[in-house]
């Protein structure tokens, strides 16, 4: 935690633009001088943007000593603090407002403090233990039936096989004479047989071969 000190001039007219920076989700802790004596002040503090506002105050106003602290009343010097969880959501533009009541109910004024809240960078930390894959409950069983074929095979280019492999969830895999797979139209007639449209190859040359896997 950094505390940034500032002067704030409520007795003049103008406000030197302090460009104060902030990350998202870290702290803001200011240290304020408005160099004149404040005992007995209340102090009200707004950090707000277009969308939102959080109001903080001293003690004597309905707030924290944790928050808005008078630490110096007659050097006129305060501290301001806005923990790092309210910070998260303010825009890019947000802006400090400070406002100063004297022991007689005066408001003195309020001076605003332009502030830009950029995203934080992200800081990676191994984990003690990286989660593991879980482990499947079942276990999954290829079945496979192959077999080779000729033209002698085919009925009008019509290759019919009986795999008995027990279900129509099945992969069927063609490989011709030269170890080039096809992909002909395939017809499941049943649990155990199935059909392969060859007709387009016309005569085919050459032993063949299929694969059938559930």
């Avoid at 924290?64 to 998260?88: A, C, P, Y």
């Avoid at 004024?109 to 003690?128: A, C, E, L, S, Y």
């Avoid at 192959?146 to 063609?174: A, K, M, R, W």
Wanted: with cysteine; glycine share 6%.
């Amino acid at each position: 935690m950094t505390t940034r000190k500032i002067g704030v001039d409520f007795l003049g007219q103008n406000l030197v633009d302090y460009k104060l920076k902030y990350y998202k989700g870290g702290s803001i802790d200011l240290e304020v001088y408005v160099y004149f004596d404040i005992t007995n002040y209340k102090i009200r503090v707004d950090l707000f943007d277009r969308c939102q506002s959080i109001q903080i105050a001293t003690s004597n106003s309905g707030g924290l000593d944790s928050q808005v602290l008078i630490t110096d009343n007659t050097q006129g010097i305060f501290t301001i603090h806005f923990d790092k969880d309210l910070t998260t959501c303010f825009n890019f533009d947000s802006v400090i407002e400070i406002e100063l009541e004297d022991a007689d109910g005066n408001i003195l004024g309020t001076r605003r403090i332009p502030v830009k809240m950029f995203n934080q960078k992200i800081t990676w930390v191994v984990p003690d233990e990286l989660p593991t894959a879980s482990t499947p409950t079942g276990t999954a069983t290829v079945r496979k039936y192959s077999t080779t074929f000729n033209n002698s095979d085919l009925t009008n280019g019509i290759l019919s096989i009986t795999h008995s492999l027990g279900t129509e969830l099945v992969s069927v895999t063609i490989y011709d004479n030269d170890n080039k797979q096809i992909t002909p139209e395939i017809t499941l007639t049943s649990i155990n047989t199935l059909i392969a449209d060859l007709e387009v190859w016309g005569t085919i040359t050459g032993t063949w071969s299929i694969i059938v896997l559930t």
